[in-house]
């Protein structure tokens, strides 16, 4: 079992920055463990949930188009924790953003953390 907690989200400005973390009860990449991915989607108002950005066992990272050379995920093994930056964010980017693991071929999501851009 994986508890995935996301924290980071809140009120930007158009153009601005932050920075989502998401901690997981376990370590999701470790060395024993195949085929292992987290990442983060999101849910925008009226829309369904998007495919933000993935990064796998391997360190190989997936972008959504819409975000891709705006975002960058990244990991911290030993804080069994993921990271999303999010750089020149617009307002379309607003959306409950959430945490996703995908360990033992058993998928696991966060409880999600509001991310709101003002234009």
């Known amino acids: 079992q994986v508890q995935l907690v996301e924290s980071g989200g809140g009120l930007v400005h158009s153009g601005g920055s932050l920075r989502l973390s998401c901690a997981a009860s376990?370590?999701?990449?470790?060395?024993?463990?195949?085929?292992?991915?987290m990442g983060w989607y999101r849910r925008a108002p009226g829309k369904g949930r998007e495919l933000v950005a993935t990064i796998t066992s391997d360190g190989s990272p997936n972008y959504a188009d819409s975000v891709n050379g705006r975002f960058t995920i990244s990991r911290d093994n030993a804080k069994n924790t993921v990271y999303l930056q999010m750089n020149s964010l617009k307002s379309e980017d607003t959306a409950v953003y959430y945490c996703?693991?995908?360990?033992?071929?058993?998928?696991?999501w966060g409880q999600g953390t509001q991310v709101t851009v003002s234009s």
């Open positions: 376990r370590s999701i990449f470790s060395s024993s463990v195949s085929s292992s991915v």
């Open positions: 996703y693991a995908y360990y033992y071929r058993t998928n696991y």
